[in-house]
Nanobody
Framework: QVQLVESGGGLVQPGGSLRLSCAAS????????MGWYRQAPGKERELVAI?????STNSADSRRFTISRDNAKNTVYLQMNALKPEDTAAYYC?????????WGKGTLVTVSS
């Protein structure tokens, strides 16, 4: 059974930083792209960042958000800097084993003073 376990969310002041982690396990298929989406209250889910197995990345805001991965640990990270109140959302990681995408349950990030 595939599991994605996220951690690192919480409350942070504007201008602060957080690092999210997501560890994937439970599949014998090749782990392909991993990434993060987020969903703010009343809004649609939106892409934050994607990373390929070779480390190629695509980020919605590369100046503030950096995605990385540890292939040995099947773990993806999201370093978020200079956080703004509008970054408040539930952040969901995903992992693609073979051609199937699996999702984590989400971790809440709240940016507030």
């Amino acid at each position: 059974q595939v599991q994605l376990v996220e951690s690192g969310g919480g409350l942070v002041q504007p201008g602060g930083s957080l690092r999210l982690s997501c560890a994937a396990s439970g599949s014998g298929f090749r782990l392909n792209d991993m990434g993060w989406y987020r969903q703010a209250p009343g809004k649609e889910r939106e892409l934050v960042a994607i990373i390929s197995p070779s480390g190629s990345t695509n980020s919605a805001d590369s100046r503030r958000f950096t995605i990385s991965r540890d292939n040995a640990k099947n773990t993806v990270y999201l370093q978020m800097n200079a956080l703004k109140p509008e970054d408040t959302a539930a952040y969901y990681c995903y992992a693609e084993f073979g051609s199937i995408r699996f999702w984590g349950k989400g971790t809440l990030v709240t940016v507030s003073s």
